[in-house]
């Protein structure tokens, strides 16, 4: 499991094992009755299903991970983990000296699930010396990572982070994507903690050709002001329509608008 750890520290151990017995529920309801399902330690299970062919196996361990995604509710707590699973096939496993068979099949087991956290958590990893993630667990990841992203708004939690630069440009790199259609646009409730370190993420993305916007449409609510415009390397102000509504009649709004667009345009 991911994050594990982080709940026993916050919640308790007591409640930390509510979540475990929940999700060796889910997993209960996930396993044929004939497989073999079992708690190694901490956070750690295995499953051992008996007959199946590769796509079986990929099946059985993202039903694991979109399982491990619903949120657990103990103690009428809401808490998130999630579970990044590794899968090896049992004819492709040499015996090793002073190792059963099985003693082998975790131990690549484990290496593929270490693969899978490395990669980001929350997916699949096949332990065959050439594949990578499963496509179908990651790309259930991204959507429910996205969609957490919105809703507790965490755009911020990237800009503070040191992978966010040298990821992207990977990512364009290994697809031959340009970097000129790329726009990264941060809202102005995005609570920004470490702006400094955020003004060095954008500013090494504008440079590498992203356009950086901000869109202004709750403002006065949010961590940003107009100093803000004025310290981010912009190359977009998206004003929100209440903003310009009743910029003809309003001077307020009239006066909102000019100096945003000026703030943007001294940084650009």
Partial sequence: MDGFKAVNDTVGHQIGDEVLIGFADRLRHIVRPGDVLARLGGDEFAVLPANVHEAQALAIANRVVLSASVPFVCDGQ???????????????????????????????????????KQAGKRQVSRRNGHGGAAPIARNARIHRRLTDAFETRVLALQL?????????????????????????????????????????????????????????????????????????????????????????????????????????????
């Avoid at 004819?91 to 693969?115: K, Y």
């Avoid at 340009?178 to 003004?199: C, F, K, N, Y």
């Avoid at 504008?206 to 949010?222: H, K, N, P, Q, V």
Wanted: glycine content about 10%.
């Fill in 78 to 116: 809401l808490l998130r983990v999630s579970a990044s699973v590794g899968i090896v096939m049992a004819g492709e496993v040499a015996v090793a000296r002073g190792l059963s068979g099985l003693d082998v099949l975790l131990r690549q087991a484990d290496g593929a699930m270490i693969r899978a």
């Fill in 160 to 268: 503070a982070a040191r992978t966010i630069v040298p990821d992207v440009r990977t990512a364009l790199g290994e697809h031959g994507i340009p970097a000129g259609p790329l726009q990264v646009e941060i809202t102005e409730g995005a609570a920004i903690s470490d702006l400094r370190r955020a003004i060095g993420q954008l500013r090494e993305q504008r440079e590498m050709g992203i356009s950086i916007s901000i869109a202004l449409d709750d403002y006065g609510t949010g961590y940003s002001s107009l100093s803000m415009l004025r310290d981010l390397p912009l190359n977009i102000v998206k004003i929100g329509k209440i903003f310009i509504d009743g910029i003809d009649a309003s001077p307020a709004a009239a006066d909102l608008a000019l100096n945003s667009g000026r703030r943007a345009n001294e940084t650009s």
